[in-house]
């Protein structure tokens, strides 16, 4: 059973922060939810929906007395935010947060926590295309993965604090070394979504008639696409800027893939075609296997 | 109204091909519904499944006396077949298809049709990742494109034809030139394939462990790819290999567009990235308009 918080700060109350934070409140996690965004109009309407019981002027304000504070805004604006709530941070406080990136919050967040203070970041594999606190939903983490990515020596109370927190909401929960978590969603969400927002980039480029003609047809295969590439454009930007060496890196051997595909193409070389596309078949079975489909 | 067939023969009645045979049947479109399929248990479950009336023991067979012969196997399996079939065919007959390359159907068809015998090929934009007859069902094509490429100066009564029976099976018909077609669906289809392809790929070569990761966190972007990759090999090898100049074409594009972004995010050029990823956000918007989402 997950100890109950008496406040809860969430920095940031978009699609994913008012999700846990409707997903905190019917579980009774928490006796108060508070928030600040640097959008008004997006705390606004968590209050107006009941998401959050009140709004702070400023992110010290939120923090005041908060023995929970969630960083739920694009990954970019981490560091400012972090060097702002520092000094009111609450002795015993944990400091947590749902970035799709690992490293690079440790690195942004952790010179501001002060001691007594425990940092344990948090990456729930959820989501969906849409943004804005009325796009939230409590259900969002049911039966999702939250992978805790703890810094080397934090403490053992809090980490399971947060596991707790994640399990309370319907996630099952994986504890990750924080760089190991950005090598793996570099693969399984960073270069998916940059694949997608390019490719579909490279559509929008056709001229007029051709692009009304990919719309229409779309649903041969660019329609799942463009889903993905319809995610939030500050959040996605933040993400590559943030875990560049491993994005790179997949990228490149993505590349490297491809120009032999194209080769193979080129040549007609259809064996080295077949067996790919067997192979691939393979794994789309093992996450049936895995009910992850 | 759709005029009703006498005898409609299926050359290959796997996914698509015992769709529409289903759609056909459903809908009253023929009297006798038969087939031939190489692989001959494709065929005795089609008709234990009571999709077609007969299994023919070869495609002469089963053409003779078809008023509509339809090829639904992979295209690099139809210039073989319609050397085979060229000979039996009834005059007065239609023989069309449902192959997702246009060009080179016309290619492979064109020489071994008949005078007295029209030509009318169809795409429908429609299907599943599954293969087989029993995957097959009526309501496949409800609500969604078929494109009918007729080469030019086909018989116009010929086309209205092949454009009713589409619309009786519940889909909207667009006539389109063949080339054209195929690099519309260069754009729309085969290189979200070839991507999706490539990138499942390179996942399948990660070691054994970060394997396994990637299966368990695939939620997070990489799923929706393993779908699109777990399409029929053969299908899809000859749709590269028939389609080659329009692919590779776009993959080009595609690759010059996925270049500039690596380079963005190597040098941390924010703003590039975040004006790309809104652009995309906008054509996910016409789709939805579009009602094609």
Redesign the interface.
Known sequence: MSQVFERVAFLGIGLIGSSLARAIKRAGLAKQIVTFDGNADHAAQAKALGVVEETARNAAEAVAGADLVVFAVPI?AYADLAAEIGPHLAPGAIVSDVG?VKMAVIRDLGPHIPEGVYLVPAHP??GT?KSGPESGFADLFEG??A?VTPPPGTDEAAVQRIVDLWRAVGSEV?IMEPGHHD???A????????????????????EGT?QQ???????????????????D??M???V??NN?EA??D??Q???E??TA??RA??W?E?EQ??D????????????ID?K??
Chains 1, 2 share one sequence.
């Open positions: 970019g799709s594999i959820a295309e999702r993965w992978i994986e090598r793996v969603l693969i399984t969400s960073h270069l998916p979504h940059l694949i997608a927002y390019t490719i579909v980039g490279t559509a929008t480029d056709l051709l003609e990919v719309i229409k047809f779309s649903a041969s295969g660019f329609r799942d696409f463009t889903r993905i590439a319809a995610s454009p500050t996605w930007r933040d590559f800027l560049r994005v790179l997949v990228l051997r993505f590349t893939d491809l595909l194209q193409i080129r007609g259809g075609l077949f790919l596309f067997t192979r691939t078949r393979a794994i789309r079975r093992s996450i895995a992850q489909a």
